[in-house]
């Protein structure tokens, strides 16, 4: 684009001392001789001019493209970094979600053989200690989990799930506005880099 831009003046330079002479030309009166130097000189200088800015359109649409493509690259790099952090952190809380799920299970399945245990022995108490059947009945119902405490726990725990699904819905919501707003500021931004380029490059 630099050489572009010097040939560009040169031209420039010889269409204008071109001009000018077959300005002198006319005004002498040798409308004949300006005729043959508007033929024969001035339409190649500007011919070549025209093929010079030409092709210093398209490499400035070139270098324009090829700069926009190496942000967007860039931006891709930064989008794959992302991706494999959250993949990891994803991979990471299954895996401890995963874990305690199981131990939940086993101590689920302790808690019922437990359960089951003192059913026995309180059936077989039951039998031996007729006359105290009512005091029987009383502990074992004391001895097993409060079904309301347990439930209450399970809803603790959707409610955290339900506040965690909705706040990252939000938060995308809010991410997908600034993505959009900072690609409005970088289309407005295209023009004026354009015209900074441009001055660069006649600089």
Do not use: C, W
Request: proline share 0%; aromatic share 4%; charged share 25%.
């Amino acid at each position: 684009m630099g050489k572009l831009t010097e040939y560009n003046e040169l031209a420039g330079a010889l269409d204008a001392e071109i001009e000018r002479k077959v300005a002198d030309l006319e005004a002498l009166g040798r409308a004949e001789e300006a005729d043959t130097l508007k033929s024969d000189a001035l339409f190649g200088v500007r011919q070549r001019r025209q093929d010079i800015l030409t092709q210093m359109a398209v490499a400035v649409q070139g270098y324009m493209a090829l700069d926009l493509v190496r942000r967007n690259n860039v931006e891709l790099i930064k989008g794959v970094d992302r991706a494999q952090t959250t993949t990891i952190s994803a991979l990471r809380t299954a895996v401890i979600v995963s874990q305690a799920l199981a131990r939940q299970k086993l101590v689920l399945q302790q808690v019922t053989a437990l359960n089951a245990t003192t059913s026995d022995l309180i059936e077989a108490t039951s039998r031996q200690l007729r006359q105290q059947g009512a005091e029987i009945n009383q502990q074992a119902a004391s001895a097993t989990i409060e079904i309301g405490k347990l439930q209450a726990a399970f809803d603790n725990v959707f409610a955290t799930m339900d506040a965690l699904d909705t706040f990252r819905a939000q938060a995308t919501d809010s991410m997908a506005d600034t993505v959009a707003a900072l690609q409005g500021q970088l289309d407005r931004a295209k023009p004026y880099l354009e015209r900074t380029r441009r001055h660069e490059g006649a600089g």
